[in-house]
């Protein structure tokens, strides 16, 4: 590969391209102002918003809400997927009536979960909590269900119980499958915990922050908080890489 | 060790159901194995050979008749029954190692016993510096004698073998021949081998069982009262080969 092509592919070209076309149209007036801020004026108020603590704030509530709405949903997704999973009374009691919820659209659960649970953080994070339950529990039964029988067969000359069959067999070789549901969770999570803070009640978080921005009509805010939110979730699935390859370093990569 | 004892199997029948046809996979078969005995289970494929291993194992207790160790009726698996496969099933996302402690998860040993015998095991298959190492990163060979050290580390007072050389080339087949026999006279196991290569029955067996298939019996048993290690170009071997041959060779 040439030089040049090493530097066009490095995938940094474009956004910086668009970057520099943005700043001129911005300079030149070809963009109106009052619809399209600047970079300057973006990073002068990422610069404001981050010295008067106001950024940190709008973040740390989010990220509260994301991370409690994870833990939640994933812990019942994952007890529950590997319940049905193994259990097959509760699968035919169960599954039927969990596939057909996983057809009701995530938003539009909103309407009750504010009748039932309010407009504050208990509703927020118990819709992030449905946003990760179904990925999580829908894969883990995945899972679960395609251990390797001859796995098992193991497990029984090795006169396994059954809780220790499940611990340190059937979970581990589902655990590619599990971490493929981890991954949609976290990406649900974080689009969940943006949804709850534009459609419940105003609270700090950076949905709200972008919300703000545009009742003040300041598009540096809505576009610093856009940026914002694609920054955390990028970082999330950062670390999801490190750990899945981690975990999963067992498997064969080729 | 677990105290040894018989393996008595009387008049076992076993059918499976073929396209809602019954199928005689085992018709009326008895065979005993004395204590300490290596015998060698050989047939084509279809004479029920596996299907027996199964049986003896407690993996399968669907069949007529009994199966008895010691005088006592075998029921379910046991950890004084050990079973190796054809394909090494160790657990991908564990270590040589801690594939084998998982034997010994319910084991009485101390903690310090228990790695006292996971690391004697693996010397005694002589994979030392792959303690480490996940099963994709073995050969075949390597990872069947993980799976072997793994069969072992209980202890069991009878070994059953399923094929366990069948997919190593013949080079390392050779080698893993002679350590089974190095294990099996150290330790003592009654060892019980399926295989369809003639070679390996006699090299290993005390007696050589033949079977035939459809419906699975025993056609012949022949006794290799051969000296140990066995020579497989000596003239007494060649013979005793062109006899399991001939029986293999019959029909009816």
Known sequence: MSRLEKILGSGLVFPLLLLIAWDLSI???LLDT?????PEAVVATAREQFRDGSLL???????????????????????LGAGLGTIRLLDDLLSPLLNGLKHIALFTWIPLMSIWLGNDEPAKIAFIGLAVFLPVMLNTYQGVRSVDARYLEVARILKLTRLQTLRRVILPSAAP????????????AWL?????????????????????????????LVLLGMGVIGGVGFLFNTIANRMQAYVLRWQDTN | MTELGTLD???????????????AAIDDLSLTVEPGEFLSLLGPSGCGKSTLLRLISGLDSDYGGEILLGSKRISGTSLARGLIFQE???????TVEENIALALENSQLSVEEKRASIAGHISLVGLNGFEKAFPRQLSGGMAQRAAIARGLVNRPALLLLDEPFGALDALTRAHMQEELQHIWQAEGITMVLVTHDVDE???????????????????KTVDVDLPRPRDRTDVAFSRLKAEVLLSLGETG
């Open chain 2, 9 to 23: 199997i009387r008049h076992i029948n076993k059918r499976f159901q073929v396209a809602g046809d019954a199928f």
């Open chain 1, 192 to 220: 969940a915990t943006i949804g709850a803070e534009y459609l419940f009640a105003v609270a700090p978080g950076i949905g709200s922050a972008i919300m703000e921005g545009r009742e003040q009509f300041r598009m540096e």
């Open chain 1, 27 to 29: 300079r030149h007036g």
């Open chain 1, 34 to 38: 009052r619809i399209w801020a600047s």
């Open chain 2, 201 to 219: 029955a006699l090299y290993l067996g005390d007696r050589v069982v033949v079977m035939a298939p459809r419906p699975g019996r025993i056609r």
């Open chain 1, 177 to 188: 499958s599990i971490a493929t549901g981890l991954r949609l969770a976290l990406i649900y």
């Open chain 1, 57 to 79: 704030t709008a973040l740390g509530a989010s990220l509260r809400r994301d991370v409690l709405g994870l833990l939640g949903g994933g812990f019942v997704g994952l007890v």
């Open chain 2, 88 to 94: 090494h099933r160790l657990f991908p996302w564990l």
